[in-house]
């Protein structure tokens, strides 16, 4: 088992531009969580798909935030434009069902100058 | 909204001592789940604790569910520096909430 594949592991990039954050969730999982991990909010749940379906988008901060998830084995978080105060730890997590124990990716340490 | 509080903030020791950590909510939680993260890395899951008034051990972990389940604990026995890191819990219900964890770096 690879488990939850993040891609990059760390993203550098300047105020306006476009940021796509990649997550790969272990085979067989149906639920896909995205979180925001910084030290003054610690781990903040930005959206989660339970088929592949969006279900609740109610902590993505604002509009400049999308989530997709075309299949079961690929998802983006996207900003844009991004902003130096986006700047955080961005977590991928799966898990069979919506109320089972997460399995969480490396992360991708997101820079914003 | 149930709100986890999650206490002490941060936990600074030396190898072989003994510690607890705190898990409380202003709710009944229907399971919990304890998980630590290493710097640069993802949560991992420790334990769920689904019973109120349950114990699990994991080697020299051991894990407490409220007898109202609304709050719960974590103690470490001889804490070596491998144990460093954020202990995070997480009601598992609804919205997925976790608490603010407690970072805990134990010295050699």
């Known amino acids: 088992d690879a488990g939850v594949i993040q891609s990059p592991r760390h993203e550098v990039t300047e105020m306006g531009q476009e940021v796509t954050l990649r997550c790969k969730p272990i085979s067989g999982h149906n639920s896909l969580f995205w979180y925001r991990q910084t030290m003054m909010r610690g781990l903040e749940l930005l959206i989660y798909?339970?088929?592949?379906?969006?279900?609740?988008d109610s902590g993505m901060p604002e509009d400049r935030f999308s989530a997709k998830m075309p299949n079961a084995s690929f998802s983006t978080l996207k900003i844009q434009p991004s902003e130096p105060r986006d700047s955080a730890v961005y977590f991928c997590?799966?898990?069979?069902?919506?109320?089972?124990?997460?399995?969480f990716g490396n992360g991708t340490r997101l820079t914003v100058t | 909204t149930q709100l986890l509080e999650q206490s002490p903030q941060f936990l600074s020791i030396q190898e072989g001592e003994n510690l607890t950590v705190y898990c409380n909510s202003s709710?009944?939680?229907?399971?919990l789940q304890w998980y630590r993260q290493e710097p640069g890395e993802g949560p991992v899951l420790l334990v769920t604790v689904v019973t109120g008034g349950e114990v699990k051990k994991l080697k020299r972990l051991t894990f407490q569910f409220g007898d109202a389940r609304k709050d719960s604990s974590l103690h470490i026995t001889a804490a070596q520096p491998g144990d460093t890191g954020l202990y995070l819990c997480d009601n598992n219900f609804n919205k997925f909430y976790f608490g603010s964890g407690t970072k805990l770096n134990v010295k050699p």
């Open positions: 997590a799966s898990s069979w069902g919506q109320r089972l124990p997460l399995h």
């Open positions: 709710s009944v939680f229907s399971s």
């Open positions: 798909f339970n088929n592949n379906v969006p279900i609740d």
